[in-house]
């Protein structure tokens, strides 16, 4: 199995509030057409969830947030994972709607519900899951990012490879040379030329990597204006990117 998360920064237009960016995604699905095992998809938010958790003030840590911020923030991703779902069908994939309130109650996963979703990946169904405003408890709410889902799956499904897939060519050791880390260990200083972001940005992704790497699971950063990188990461082939060693 592979897991794929697509970030927010390449689905949507960051600079333009709720606009998304409808030619790369189905550009990107039907890269995807040509893996030969099961995929699962998790999304950012991008100009919709991120634009409003911004402007609601809404974080990953659980507090009483306003209740019209969760309401948009949440109701942003369902539009943004309806585009997202229609350009893999109208790329002939199969997507399968999984919100995260399917497999999380709080902050914590349903063991067995995420075991489902290697099930439902083997009929040939994609799943597609992302970020979103969760319920957390006693009137408290917060932000699930689609980068801290990667991290949860895999350490649940044990895929063979995670890939993030983002707007930049990999992790770079210093922004001004742009000098590409394409290999990481825990000892290389990291830091990126991706502007943080409510959720984190770069630096939650690199956390989620460095996590899901110790499971054993290689991880993957790739340039997704670039698609073919995505499919020759999956399938062994060299590309420009980063690789975090299983």
Known sequence: ?????????IITNKEKPLTPNRKLIRKIASSLKNVDEPIVVIHGGG?????????????????????????????????????????????????????????????KPLTKKVKEISNIAKTGLIPISYGDAMWFGKNKFYILSGDRIMGVLSKLLRPRLAIFVTNVDGVYSDMKSKNLLNEITTEIPITSEVTMDVTGGMSRKIKEAFYISKGGTDVFFVNGKIPKRI???INGKSFEGTIFRG
């Open 47 to 107: 100009s919709f969830g991120h634009y409003w958790s911004v402007k609601y003030d809404m974080h990953t840590k659980p507090q009483k947030y306003s209740i019209k911020g969760v309401a948009t923030v949440k109701n942003s991703m369902v539009e943004l994972n309806s585009i997202v779902l229609e350009s893999f069908l109208e790329s002939g994939l199969k997507p399968y709607c999984l919100p995260p309130s399917d497999f999380m109650i709080g902050d």
């Open 231 to 233: 499919t020759n990461a």
């Open 1 to 9: 199995m592979i897991l794929v998360k697509l970030g927010g920064s």
